[in-house]
């Protein structure tokens, strides 16, 4: 499973394999100020624990965070880490990419690409997997109630390592626009 | 010095709780954590030996106990006739005191001899206050312990006294289990000739002995997983302090390679004083405060081995 595969990363910044991508982004920021500047927890030990050596662990931190932000951007940020990431297609498409709204069948493609398997994330996020795969093939009309469906798009999004939020209101917004489109009919 | 060998009755656990600097609020906490435990129905017995002030016993609101562990000592009283009432049930004290427990006045055997008689206390959780400062006797104290709990106040004397604490706990930890093992005097030997194997400091002292035998680097592996911390944040003023903690944790990892349990903090608050000058358990005329609630938070997640939650992170 693609978590376990990068829980080294995980590890280096401090956080469970579950943290969200502004855990994250708040668990980074924190250990680069950490190792970065004097502070009342360095001073004491400045001398045997010099800048020097500091650098090395700042640069698996560094190296960490790239890593997984590589990961969890769907072609969003990804011109300069192409090397990592996982879902780069070129740089052509980058741009195109970069607006592109999450969709189900976009959740889809990233899970897959990643190699997981509709019944890993069943196990892990807890969301039945038919729900899954309703939610990937867009069948709105068995789909729960917007709240709920909200709740569970962000739940799948922050374990695929992408923006929970974006993925919800992009997903919700499509979502709207079948439902009114089915009640004008 | 073994946990395992002389420890039959695996319910309980020994808890110790130091770490490095005075006042910082050790004996405030140990008084608290067995209050609260007590009351949920746990047998407890604390057991004071903080060398420059015994006084566990004021936290608890009853006078100075007349019968210490220099009993025990000099005239073999065992250790369940020197335990006290404390006022609450299912707590009992045993008070240190100056004479006894003064740097050199006891010897290593007797020592030894206490160790044994504390695993064989018939309580579920026996907490030693251990006081300030570095000595190996307290040291050895907190080694023996289940679970090693060092307070920290959030400011740079009480941050620096505790790395030098853990620091030597660690250091006298590896020697000793080096020395179970048949390695004597390796560890001295190679401090000693620091400057031709070019160490520095401890870091640099399990690098170089890791290399120097592959079974020792197992062995100081297996070590250093076992030894871990759990700490505790006293006198917190700010959410700042509060990440202290979290530092802390972290530069204990990366830079020792030491597991920490950061499980809770206390915030600063005078009915804390109030209650120490009152001279009456914090835990039972406060018992519904917002400190109360963040000493059983952390007395849980010390139980449970767990860590505080992040909100904040």
């Known amino acids: 499973m693609l978590r376990k595969e990068y829980k080294k990363y995980f590890d280096v910044l401090e956080i469970s394999p579950d943290a969200s991508l502004s855990q994250i982004k708040s668990a980074y920021l924190r250990?680069?100020?950490?190792?970065?500047?004097?502070?009342?927890?360095?001073?004491?030990?400045?001398?045997?624990?010099?800048?020097?050596?500091?650098?090395?662990?700042?640069?698996?931190?560094?190296?960490?965070?790239?890593?997984?932000?590589?990961?969890?951007?769907?072609?969003?940020?990804?011109?300069?880490?192409?090397?990592?990431?996982?879902?780069?297609?070129?740089?052509?498409?980058?741009?195109?990419?970069?607006?592109?709204?999450?969709?189900?069948?976009?959740?889809?493609?990233?899970?897959?690409?990643?190699?997981?398997?509709?019944?890993e994330v069943a196990l892990d996020t807890k969301i039945r997997v038919e729900l899954i795969e309703n939610i990937e093939l867009e069948r709105f009309e068995v789909l729960p109630q917007e709240v709920y469906l909200k709740g569970h798009i962000s739940v799948y999004a922050n374990y695929l390592l992408l923006d929970p939020k974006k993925a919800a209101d992009d997903y919700i917004k499509k979502y709207r626009e079948w439902k009114s489109k089915i009640e004008e009919e | 010095m073994e946990k395992t060998g002389v420890r039959k009755n695996k319910e309980g656990e020994i808890w110790a709780i130091g770490g490095g600097k005075g006042g910082t609020g050790k004996t405030f906490i140990t008084?608290?954590?067995?209050?609260?435990?007590?009351?949920?129905?746990?047998?407890?017995?604390?057991?004071?030996?903080?060398?420059?002030?015994?006084?566990?016993?004021?936290?608890?609101?009853?006078?100075?106990?007349?019968?210490?562990?220099?009993?025990?000592?000099?005239?073999?009283?065992?250790?369940?006739?020197?335990?006290?009432?404390?006022?609450?049930?299912?707590?009992?004290?045993?008070?240190?005191?100056?004479?006894?427990?003064?740097?050199?006045?006891?010897?290593?055997?007797?020592?030894?001899?206490?160790?044994?008689h504390i695993l064989k206390l018939n309580k579920q959780y026996v907490l030693i206050d251990l006081g300030g400062g570095s000595h190996n006797n307290t040291i050895d104290t907190f080694l023996i312990a289940d679970k090693m709990i060092a307070v920290l106040e959030p400011e740079i004397i009480a941050i620096e006294n505790m790395y030098h604490f853990i620091?030597?706990?660690?250091?006298?930890?590896?020697?000793?289990?080096?020395?179970?093992?048949?390695?004597?005097?390796?560890?001295?030997?190679?401090?000693?000739?620091?400057?031709?194997?070019?160490?520095?400091?401890?870091?640099?002292?399990?690098?170089?002995?890791?290399?120097?035998?592959?079974?020792?680097?197992?062995?100081?592996?297996?070590?250093?997983?076992?030894?871990?911390?759990?700490?505790?944040?006293?006198?917190?003023r700010s959410s700042q302090d509060i990440i202290i903690g979290s530092s802390i944790k972290s530069i204990f990892m990366k830079y020792l390679g030491l597991e920490t349990q950061f499980v809770g903090y206390l915030e600063y608050d005078d009915a804390i004083w109030r209650s120490i000058r009152e001279r009456r358990p914090f835990m039972v005329n406060y018992g519904t405060s917002r400190s109360a609630k963040e000493i059983e938070t952390f007395t849980e997640n010390i139980l449970q081995g767990s860590e505080i939650k992040h909100s904040r992170n």
């Open chain 2, 167 to 236: 620091k030597n706990s660690l250091f006298r930890k590896l020697k000793m289990s080096l020395r179970s093992y048949g390695f004597k005097e390796i560890v001295e030997h190679m401090w000693e000739s620091r400057e031709k194997y070019k160490i520095n400091n401890l870091n640099e002292l399990i690098e170089c002995l890791k290399n120097s035998f592959s079974y020792i680097g197992d062995i100081l592996d297996e070590e250093l997983s076992k030894f871990k911390i759990y700490l505790i944040l006293n006198k917190v």
């Open chain 2, 31 to 116: 008084s608290s954590m067995g209050t609260y435990l007590a009351r949920k129905g746990k047998r407890i017995v604390l057991i004071d030996i903080d060398i420059g002030g015994a006084n566990l016993h004021s936290f608890l609101g009853i006078s100075r106990p007349k019968k210490s562990l220099s009993f025990f000592f000099e005239k073999g009283v065992p250790l369940s006739k020197l335990a006290l009432k404390t006022g609450i049930g299912n707590m009992y004290l045993i008070s240190g005191d100056i004479h006894s427990l003064a740097s050199d006045s006891i010897k290593f055997t007797q020592k030894l001899k206490l160790f044994r």
């Open chain 1, 31 to 119: 250990l680069k100020r950490l190792y970065s500047a004097e502070s009342v927890v360095i001073s004491p030990i400045a001398d045997e624990f010099p800048y020097k050596r500091r650098q090395k662990i700042l640069k698996q931190i560094e190296g960490a965070y790239t890593a997984l932000i590589s990961l969890s951007y769907h072609g969003q940020h990804k011109s300069s880490y192409r090397g990592e990431s996982l879902t780069s297609k070129g740089g052509s498409e980058d741009k195109k990419e970069k607006s592109t709204p999450f969709s189900g069948p976009v959740l889809r493609q990233i899970r897959k690409e990643r190699g997981i398997g509709l019944y």
